[in-house]
């Protein structure tokens, strides 16, 4: 099937695009065919964040976005930030500046959008992955879904179903963080070594939605701490959102270039929750979903060249999460805006083949690169601490505001920042109440993952002997604690030697296992379409 424009991924920045395409052929009466793929089973089922949300570029791609009944309605109210030690909390002056920041779900907008790119004339296929990327002379040319109806052993079923080319005058990868088609390209084209950019770094977010008593809801309450749970060597924090109908977001971020092989994200979660200032506020609700995904911390520092022969890259495909601001889908959007519209100018032109280099230009020149800029130091200066980062980042926040000349750089890779296992001491974390805290099989059941059994495993071995040899040596078997969805588990075979398990059917597509692992022997791949997560409040 053959489009103008290809866009793999239905979050905030290919659905920007897609409309804003469609927005300028009305516009100027031109007639551009855009189609956009999306691996979830719905849009915005695979779409997870925290979130606060920053209106600015749905905005500009609808001024009048209230009136359109757009699902944004619950404005901040309270800004608050903590630092928390094991059973106290201590108020801290607040460097978010939300104050006309909207407190949403994410996935609900992104629903919303798609129904708006519906709309507009963009066809939308989810339920498909892809896992391909079509290459014509080296230039990407389109992509391609993976078969459906693939038996474990590798045989047809008699479900089988032919997966789809879908070629295109330019791709647009919209896939989100650590984008399996898009790191492909990166690596390709060199985009990293192409802008001198440092490698990414990432963090892990586990997150609720629960509903709370009538009595304990404020609409609009935003609360962010640090510290406790995590020691002072990890970054990291939590955030509790108050959404609308008595529902709030609560969540737990930890950066992966964590150390301690017997640090567990999911169980730091579950020990934050019991904190004597955060249980009263949830005592009495009950969490309506559970879910976990990856995001990018490099910021400023690993942002790649965003261009290549036949596309681009945008959102977070690319990585353009403000950490400090703890936001990420405002400039997600206003990168896909960037790009529609050089496309559709090159497009115009009737040139072949198209070319997308000046949407690097004009991101470079954009607020999106001023604001990056601005906050490049703060991340990278947690290195050396919890207190020395509070510091720095304070400095710069409210004194230098990021216009030091100087840009910190990050420290070594997530897999490498992992210590072996001799130089800590296993983490005793106390069993779950069935109250606040929960077993990580019945926060799975909440997340409504679901994947075709009877299917290859996505998650593949470059080498099936490291886990055993490697990983559970040297460091404990770290992937069966990284791990947010149980998806990694060792368990005895017929001579009671502990041996890998893979449960892909379990997996959330977090992409952890392919940031973390230290010998980076796992490798995630797209499984089949419509698999995965059922997020709906997200």
Same mark, same amino acid.
Not at 82 to 97: D, G, N, Q
Not at 110 to 119: F, P, S, Y
Not at 151 to 169: I, V
Not at 486 to 503: A, F, G, H
């Given at each position: 099937?053959?489009?103008?424009?290809?866009?793999?991924?239905?979050?905030?920045?290919?659905?920007?695009?897609?409309?804003?395409?469609?927005?300028? !052929?009305?516009?100027?009466?031109?007639?551009?065919?855009?189609?956009?793929?999306?691996? =979830?089973?719905?849009?915005?089922?695979?779409?997870?964040?925290?979130?606060?949300?920053?209106?600015?570029?749905?905005?500009?791609?609808?001024?009048?976005?209230?009136?359109?009944?757009?699902?944004?309605?619950?404005?901040?109210?309270?800004?608050?930030?903590?630092?928390?030690?094991?059973?106290?909390?201590?108020?801290?002056?607040?460097?978010?500046?939300?104050?006309?920041?909207?407190?949403?779900?994410?996935?609900?907008?992104?629903?919303?959008?798609? $129904?708006?790119?519906?709309?507009?004339?963009?066809?939308?296929?989810?339920?498909?992955?892809?896992?391909?990327?079509?290459?014509?002379?080296?230039?990407?040319?389109?992509?391609? $879904?993976?078969?459906?109806?693939?038996?474990?052993?590798?045989?047809?079923?008699?479900?089988?179903?032919?997966?789809?080319?879908?070629?295109?005058?330019?791709?647009?990868?919209?896939?989100? !963080?650590?984008?399996?088609?898009?790191?492909?390209?990166?690596?390709?084209?060199?985009?990293?070594?192409?802008?001198?950019?440092?490698?990414?770094?990432?963090?892990?977010?586990?997150?609720?939605?629960?509903?709370?008593?009538?009595? @304990?809801?404020?609409?609009?309450?935003?609360?962010?701490?640090?510290?406790?749970?995590?020691? $002072?060597?990890?970054?990291? =924090?939590?955030?509790?959102?108050?959404?609308?109908?008595?529902?709030?977001?609560?969540?737990?971020?930890?950066?992966?270039?964590?150390?301690?092989?017997?640090?567990?994200?999911?169980?730091?979660?579950?020990?934050?929750?019991?904190?004597?200032?955060?249980?009263?506020?949830?005592?009495?609700?009950?969490?309506?979903?559970?879910?976990?995904?990856?995001?990018?911390?490099?910021?400023?520092?690993?942002?790649?060249?965003?261009?290549?022969?036949?596309?681009?890259?945008?959102? !977070?495909?690319?990585?353009?999460?403000?950490?400090?601001?703890?936001?990420?889908?405002?400039?997600?959007?206003?990168?896909?805006?960037?790009?529609?519209?050089?496309?559709?100018?090159?497009?115009?032109?009737?040139?072949?083949?198209?070319?997308?280099?000046?949407?690097?230009?004009?991101?470079?020149?954009?607020?999106?690169?001023?604001?990056?800029?601005?906050?490049?130091?703060?991340?990278?200066?947690?290195?050396?601490?919890?207190?020395?980062?509070?510091?720095?980042?304070?400095?710069?926040?409210?004194?230098?505001?990021?216009?030091?000349?100087?840009?910190? @750089?990050?420290?070594?890779?997530?897999?490498?920042? $992992?210590?072996?296992?001799?130089?800590?001491?296993?983490?005793?974390?106390?069993?779950?109440?069935?109250?606040?805290?929960?077993?990580?099989?019945?926060?799975?059941?909440?997340?409504?993952?679901?994947?075709?059994?009877?299917?290859?495993?996505?998650?593949?071995?470059?080498?099936?002997?490291?886990?055993?040899?490697?990983?559970?040596?040297?460091?404990?078997?770290?992937?069966?604690?990284? !791990?947010?969805?149980?998806?990694?588990?060792?368990?005895?075979?017929?001579?009671?030697?502990?041996?890998?398990?893979?449960?892909?059917?379990?997996?959330?597509?977090?992409?952890?296992?392919?940031?973390?692992?230290?010998?980076?022997?796992?490798?995630?791949?797209?499984?089949?379409?419509?698999?995965?997560?059922?997020?709906?409040?997200?």
């Amino acid at each position: 099937m053959d489009y103008d424009v290809v866009i793999v991924g239905a979050g905030p920045a290919g659905l920007a695009a897609a409309i804003r395409l469609k927005q300028l !052929c009305d516009r100027e009466k031109r007639e551009l065919s855009v189609c956009v793929v999306e691996k =979830g089973a719905e849009v915005g089922s695979h779409i997870l964040s925290g979130n606060v949300f920053e209106p600015r570029s749905l905005s500009e791609l609808f001024p009048d976005w209230k009136k359109q009944g757009a699902p944004v309605e619950i404005p901040v109210s309270e800004d608050k930030f903590w630092l928390l030690s094991s059973k106290h909390a201590i108020p801290l002056p607040s460097p978010f500046r939300n104050h006309g920041n909207y407190v949403i779900s994410l996935s609900q907008l992104v629903r919303w959008l798609g $129904t708006k790119a519906e709309e507009l004339g963009v066809e939308i296929y989810p339920g498909f992955s892809a896992s391909e990327v079509l290459y014509d002379d080296n230039r990407v040319v389109g992509i391609a $879904t993976n078969d459906m109806g693939i038996a474990k052993n590798g045989s047809k079923k008699s479900t089988f179903q032919k997966g789809m080319e879908l070629r295109g005058r330019l791709t647009l990868l919209a896939e989100g !963080c650590r984008g399996y088609l898009s790191e492909e390209v990166i690596r390709k084209y060199q985009l990293r070594k192409q802008s001198g950019a440092q490698h990414q770094t990432y963090a892990l977010g586990i997150k609720e939605v629960w509903e709370v008593e009538e009595s @304990k809801h404020r609409p609009g309450f935003v609360l962010h701490t640090v510290g406790w749970p995590l020691n $002072t060597k990890t970054y990291g =924090g939590s955030f509790l959102y108050h959404m609308a109908n008595r529902q709030v977001a609560v969540g737990l971020v930890v950066a992966l270039d964590y150390q301690n092989p017997y640090l567990s994200p999911y169980e730091e979660y579950q020990r934050f929750k019991q904190h004597p200032s955060i249980r009263p506020m949830l005592e009495g609700g009950k969490v309506v979903q559970y879910g976990a995904r990856t995001l990018n911390e490099g910021g400023f520092q690993s942002i790649p060249k965003t261009v290549f022969p036949g596309g681009a890259l945008i959102g !977070c495909s690319a990585g353009f999460v403000n950490v400090p601001k703890i936001k990420g889908a405002h400039t997600a959007m206003k990168s896909g805006l960037l790009a529609a519209e050089t496309a559709f100018e090159q497009l115009a032109k009737g040139s072949e083949p198209a070319k997308l280099d000046s949407y690097w230009e004009r991101l470079q020149n954009s607020w999106i690169w001023d604001e990056l800029n601005a906050a490049r130091n703060i991340r990278p200066a947690f290195h050396y601490g919890l207190l020395p980062g509070l510091a720095v980042s304070a400095f710069e926040h409210y004194i230098s505001k990021g216009k030091l000349p100087y840009t910190l @750089k990050h420290g070594r890779p997530d897999h490498l920042s $992992t210590e072996v296992s001799k130089k800590h001491k296993p983490i005793d974390y106390p069993k779950p109440d069935g109250v606040i805290s929960f077993d990580l099989l019945t926060s799975l059941y909440r997340s409504n993952t679901n994947h075709e059994h009877d299917q290859p495993s996505h998650l593949l071995l470059r080498d099936p002997s490291i886990p055993e040899k490697v990983n559970l040596i040297d460091y404990a078997g770290l992937e069966s604690r990284y !791990c947010p969805a149980r998806v990694y588990e060792y368990i005895p075979d017929e001579n009671e030697k502990l041996t890998l398990q893979i449960n892909a059917q379990n997996c959330l597509h977090c992409k952890a296992c392919d940031i973390k692992d230290p010998p980076q022997n796992i490798k995630w791949t797209t499984p089949e379409g419509a698999g995965g997560p059922g997020y709906s409040i997200m």
